[in-house]
């Protein structure tokens, strides 16, 4: 373990949403309020629990394991059913050891007290833990195999979101994509498109929340899924809207740290907002007014598979519309009070394409104007081998990028973003192969 990290003693801490156990920096577990797992963290191997019960580990490299492009993902892979027992099991077994410790009154418990401030808590306090660490204590392995046995009920499969929105609330008031033709993207070739009907998608959101029981309380965001439900005609999502506005308090846009800290205390249920996948093509259906009325039914974020600013490009990853139409798109949005979430997909038609889409990326976002309410995701290009597009790479002679030229692509987009300065969007990494929900 690296000198320079300072081991605090174990504890537990309580916030309103998230029972964190820890042993030490390097090893702990956060539950739910349902005493669901959440992250279990042990030494350099961060495991994540989605709701479909699959466990993912994810290993970061040390600095002197990191060699070259090696560093630049994460190394990960899924766990099979016993390793996932056991990652269980011995997760109960600090758990029952940090309930035990609270009895003897061993283990300090710290505690949210105020908006941002934790203390050490008084015996109410230590109680208040204990019995939280009493309903992670009566899940066994049998009852969470059952847990996402009534995920997969509640679903159909939740195959991708952005990264910050993993821990959202999903809302699959449509399923599937309505034009499910980009040539890069098996997500949804299992499905059609489909709107639920309002009474239905009642029905779904009170049997998510129902499923999702206290825990829903650490799941701050609304996403609307599948890939692009906002392209529903504005009469039917207008209803929708109104009906997911019903089910959740939202709070205000603009809320300075201060504040959002305070009415997250004092709203331990509430969202900050609803958001949702949308192509920039299917955006010419919605007129500003549509995108101002969505605005006001508290969508905040819209996000757009760009993909590339080089319309050949574009052409031969099956998007339809151009770029310039792209920058038209966001345009409305930005002036209906949203902000926009772009991805651009680093590496796709590979090295002979690299350099033309760099460049006419770059300069598309140069011209939108996005500020840092926006977010820009770098996406490395990952090839399904049953996908249109590792059929048409070679068809057309195209070679992909390696590994290592892959990091060097990644590398060339951040250093070219950072023109857009500081008060431009934030730019992040977006590994389709860390999703977890």
């Known amino acids: 373990m690296p000198a320079s990290l300072h081991l605090e003693p174990p504890k537990v801490s309580l916030r309103p949403h998230l029972l964190t156990v820890w042993q030490d920096v390097w090893h702990g577990q956060q539950y739910d309020r349902s005493g669901r797992p959440v992250l279990i963290r042990d030494g350099r191997h961060t495991l994540k629990r989605t709701m479909d019960g699959r466990i993912q580990s994810v290993y970061t490299p040390s600095d002197s394991e990191r060699a070259g492009f090696a560093g630049i993902l994460r190394q990960r892979r899924w766990l099979e059913e016993s390793e996932r027992a056991a990652v269980w099991a011995k997760a109960r077994s600090q758990a029952r050891a940090a309930t035990r410790a609270i009895a003897d009154g061993g283990l300090p418990v710290e505690m949210e007290a105020a908006p941002g401030r934790m203390a050490y808590a008084d015996e109410a306090g230590r109680a208040k833990a204990a019995q939280w660490l009493e309903s992670v204590l009566a899940l066994s392995f049998e009852d969470l195999d059952a847990d996402h046995r009534r995920?997969?009920?509640?679903?159909?499969?939740?195959?991708?979101?952005?990264?910050?929105?993993?821990?959202?609330?999903?809302?699959?008031?449509?399923?599937?994509?309505?034009y499910n033709k980009c040539t890069f993207c098996t997500f949804y070739r299992d499905r059609p498109f489909r709107v639920k009907p309002p009474e239905e998608a009642r029905r779904h959101i009170e049997d998510v929340l129902g499923y999702l029981g206290p825990g829903r309380s650490n799941r701050r965001q609304v996403f609307l899924g599948d890939a692009n439900a906002l392209i529903i005609p504005q009469h039917t999502l207008r209803r929708l809207m109104e009906l997911v506005n019903e089910y959740f308090e939202v709070a205000p846009p603009g809320l300075t740290p201060g504040q959002r800290a305070a009415w997250d205390w004092d709203h331990p249920l509430g969202v900050y907002g609803i958001h949702s996948f949308m192509d920039s093509f299917g955006l010419q259906w919605k007129s500003r007014q549509d995108l101002k009325e969505l605005a006001d039914l508290n969508l905040r974020r819209v996000y757009i598979g760009l993909e590339s600013g080089h319309d050949p490009l574009r052409q031969f990853l099956g998007k339809p519309g151009l770029a310039a139409e792209a920058a038209g798109a966001v345009a409305d949005l930005k002036a209906a009070g949203l902000s926009v979430g772009l991805i651009l997909l680093v590496g796709a038609g590979g090295a002979q394409y690299r350099e033309p889409h760099l460049k006419d990326s770059v300069a598309l976002l140069q011209a939108m104007g996005l500020g840092r309410d926006d977010l820009v995701y770098l996406s490395p290009m990952v090839e399904h081998q049953d996908s249109p597009y590792v059929e048409a790479m070679a068809r057309s002679g195209l070679t992909s990028l390696g590994p290592a030229e892959l990091y060097e692509a990644l590398q060339e987009f951040r250093q070219a973003l950072r023109d857009l300065g500081p008060e431009g969007p934030r730019v992040a990494i977006y590994d389709i192969n860390e999703f977890t929900y």
């Open 151 to 178: 995920f997969a009920a509640l679903y159909k499969p939740i195959t991708i979101l952005p990264p910050d929105q993993y821990g959202a609330i999903v809302l699959q008031l449509a399923e599937g994509c309505s």
